[in-house]
Structure formats: structure tokens, C-alpha cells
């Protein structure tokens, strides 16, 4: 995986055979990402996805999650990657296959087929995820101590 970031943009290129949730993982540790960032968007190919669709029964919630095999194109991303947490991304996935349909849900993982493009906006605004209704959200009302997990 390649970084670069000027200012509040943070570039990022997955390459071939790469976990995507290591990545994740990876550019939320990295001194280069900021606290926060938002996912502008990220294009490639992907495959072995595991996508989940939510399933809140209160209180209980529950992802029901599959896994797309074959190759996809990543049509686009939306979410958010948080610094100091022990799960550090957030994201949901619109996903394209060769019989041109798209299919979207909730990303766990995925390994690269070609490459995966991504750019971050980034953010020094402290934010941390606390339980609410069984689903971890995002709060920012306090100054938040860093993990040390």
C-alpha cells in the first residue's frame, strides 16, 4: 500500500493481493491520517468481498454477511475511518459484476484484484464511537484519551 497526503487529503493505492480491512487498519495507525476521515471515494477491483446487511432486532443487532467471490468492480465507497478505536473504519460499498448490476452493503473485507484507489478527507476533530441502541456511533462531545490497545 502507497500513501500520500498534502493538507486534509490523504491518497491511498491498495495493490494486488492486499486485505482491504488491514489497510484500513493500517492508515488509521499511520502518522500520516489525521484523528478522522471521511472516505471521498475509492474506485478498483476487488473480490472475496464479505458485505453484510444490518439487521436490528432491538436489542440485539446482527450483520448478516455473504461473501461475493468473484471479481467486482468498487463502484464506490462511502464512510468513515476513526483513529483511536479498536474497529477503525465504518464503511458501506456499491459493487459492480460482469453482468453490469450493482449490489451495495456493508464492507468487512476484500482482497485487490488490480489496484484500489482512495482519497480521505481528513479531520483533527476528536471522535470516538459509543454505543447507542446496540450500534457503535460516532460521538464528539468530549476530549477523547488515546487508546493504548
Known amino acids: 500500500m502507497k500513501m500520500k497526503s498534502q493538507g486534509s487529503l490523504l491518497f491511498v493505492v491498495m495493490e494486488k493481493g ?3 480491512a488491514a489497510n484500513l ?3 488509521a495507525a499511520s502518522p500520516l491520517m489525521k484523528a478522522a476521515g471521511a472516505v471521498v471515494t475509492a474506485v478498483g477491483m476487488i473480490k472475496d468481498v464479505v458485505i453484510g446487511y444490518g439487521n436490528y432486532k432491538n436489542p440485539d443487532v446482527f450483520y448478516e454477511k455473504t461473501t461475493v467471490r468473484e471479481h ?3 463502484l ?4 468513515f475511518i476513526l483513529k483511536n478505536e479498536a474497529i477503525p473504519f465504518h464503511l458501506h460499498v456499491t459493487l459492480g459484476n460482469e453482468k453490469l448490476e450493482a ?3 456493508h464492507l468487512f473485507d476484500a482482497e485487490v484484484v488490480t489496484f484500489v484507489e482512495m482519497c480521505v ?3 483533527d476533530i476528536p471522535i470516538q464511537r459509543i454505543l447507542k441502541d446496540g450500534l457503535p456511533e460516532m460521538d ?3 476530549e477523547i484519551e488515546p487508546r493504548n490497545d
Open 76 to 79: 464506490g465507497v462511502s464512510g
Open 18 to 20: 492486499e486485505k482491504v
Open 72 to 74: 467486482q468492480e468498487l
Open 103 to 105: 449490489t451495495g452493503a
Open 25 to 27: 487498519k493500517a492508515i
Open 121 to 123: 478527507l481528513m479531520s
Open 140 to 142: 464528539f462531545s468530549e
